[in-house]
């Protein structure tokens, strides 16, 4: 345990040494924010495929219960129940293509995380860093409860529950609670709470700001205290179904369709069904959920009592409960949409619910088709305050602010950009596979071989894992 906490303190001290322009000391908010003891509960364990390169390298860390896949090293770093998902990493003879130039990947890409300490964060996509190609790095950084770095190299940073860092390098950064930043690169910014900030320079600027008081509601974070609010608690309340999943090793095999695929690591309650071509990923939680032909739910995603009709992604970190979806419809990162079982929720199709969107009713209210939809929403003024039909935003040529949202460049383009990205996104995950071509995540990941590996038990080194190479 001596060893652990030498480490905790030097993995704060570093990234404090990156934010001093910020003034920002990451000490009180994670200072027994996770009991370092409770890193000897739980094994971490990492996964063998065909498709993915078999190269893990664990030196100098703690790792309890984490998830790895694919490429990844790991130095100086500690990392609880997190999932570094490398599935979409890149891979050598692939070309990446930056703007006008088209880059030929050398070597199959990694990840590289070091002096970090990640809780419960997913870590996905591929490194959009034309500077580091073959290497995703996470670098003196910080992340805490159900944070996603997704796509984005982080040097220097930190991260508050619930946000989310999304194809964009960040270094010397700050990202709030339930913040989420989609801006291609950024460095020395403190982003507060609440916000949601999507930009393309000389394209466009999507900026939301949720209203603090209304949002602490939902989820708050403040030094010497964990994470506190309804979506926290919502969360908490299903912790014990995800027990078993993870103490019993030969659990009873749950049947899906041939061209579907469903994570070891998942919980499926009863009453749910799984279509073709669906994806489900670890620690996602259904219960009395359907899903059509090349839906998919992501990592701590939550589908309850709810139906969704057929290609539709519901992004990590996201819930939906008590509501009725229609086709195409996209539901964001770490988005809370709560109907209730008197007044369900209702979607249109080929609409797009921002990420996180916050929609929690008490009436009975329903999304138009092919509508954007962002912010806080609790009844229908809300709803007409913070959502605009797609045909609509896409004629927005200079600037539009309605309510708390205000927007700078060209709809058309926005509106094709989230277009391009959710097809990306279908067709990486197997949505559209036909039998024999376009195979995805739902096809490849069906056969998963999963190996544990344990700490050292007590005494100066407790909590630590020896160092251990594992390759082809």
């Not at 703007?99 to 590289?112: K, T």
């Not at 500077?131 to 991260?159: M, Q, R, V």
């Not at 939301?208 to 908490?236: C, E, T």
């Not at 993870?246 to 009873?252: A, G, M, R, S, Y």
Request: glycine share 8%; net charge neutral; with cysteine.
């Amino acid at each position: 345990m001596k060893e652990l906490k030498a480490l905790f303190d030097r993995i704060a001290q570093r990234t404090n040494i990156n934010l001093r322009e910020l003034h920002f000391d990451v000490v009180p908010f994670i200072k027994n924010l996770i009991p370092l003891q409770q890193m000897v509960k739980f094994y971490a364990f990492y996964g063998i495929t065909p498709h993915h390169p078999l190269d893990f390298q664990f030196r100098h860390s703690s790792l309890a219960g984490s998830y790895f896949l694919g490429k990844c090293r790991a130095l100086n770093s500690i990392l609880y129940k997190s999932d570094i998902r490398g599935d979409e990493l890149k891979q050598q003879g692939d070309v990446f293509s930056y703007r006008q130039f088209e880059i030929p990947v050398s070597q199959n890409e990694g990840f590289d995380i070091e002096d970090s300490y990640l809780v419960k964060t997913l870590v996905h996509n591929f490194s959009h860093d034309p500077e580091t190609l073959e290497t995703f790095f996470i670098k003196d950084t910080i992340s805490t409860h159900y944070a996603n770095i997704h796509g984005s190299p982080c040097d220097g940073s930190f991260l508050g529950p619930f946000a989310t860092v999304d194809l964009t390098t960040m270094r010397d950064s700050v990202i709030g609670t339930f913040s989420y930043v989609q801006t291609g690169e950024i460095a020395h910014v403190n982003v507060g709470p609440g916000t949601v900030w999507i930009r393309n320079p000389g394209e466009f600027n999507f900026l939301y700001r949720h209203p603090l008081h209304k949002l602490s509601d939902y989820i708050n974070f403040a030094a010497g205290r964990p994470p506190q609010g309804f979506i926290i608690d919502f969360v908490d309340d299903r912790k014990g179904s995800f027990q078993r999943v993870f103490e019993v090793v030969n659990l009873e095999p749950i049947p899906v369709p041939r061209s579907a695929s469903l994570d070891r690591y998942a919980v499926v309650k009863p009453k749910t069904q799984i279509g073709e071509n669906v994806l489900v990923a670890q620690r996602a939680f259904l219960q009395n959920a359907s899903l059509g032909k090349g839906a998919n739910a992501q990592e701590n995603c939550y589908i309850v009592n709810s139906r969704l009709t057929g290609n539709n992604v519901t992004a990590h970190g996201a819930k939906i409960i008590e509501a009725e979806l229609g086709q195409n419809v996209f539901v964001g990162f770490n988005s809370f949409l709560r109907g209730r079982p008197d007044c369900r929720l209702t979607i249109g199709k080929d609409s797009i619910v921002l990420p996180h969107t916050i929609i929690d009713i008490k009436q009975p209210l329903a999304v138009p088709a092919e509508h954007f939809v962002w912010g806080l929403i609790t009844n229908q003024a809300d709803l007409e305050s913070n959502s605009l039909a797609l045909s609509d935003f896409s004629k927005i040529d200079g600037g539009l602010v309605q309510g708390n949202m205000s927007f700078e460049g060209r709809g058309a383009r926005f509106v094709a950009a989230f277009r391009e990205r959710i097809h990306h996104i279908l067709e990486a995950n197997g949505a559209f596979f036909d039998g024999t071509s376009n195979k995805g995540h739902a096809q490849r990941n069906q056969n998963i071989s999963f190996n544990t590996i344990q700490p050292y038990p007590n005494g100066d080194l407790g909590c630590m894992y020896p160092t251990i190479i594992i390759k082809t």
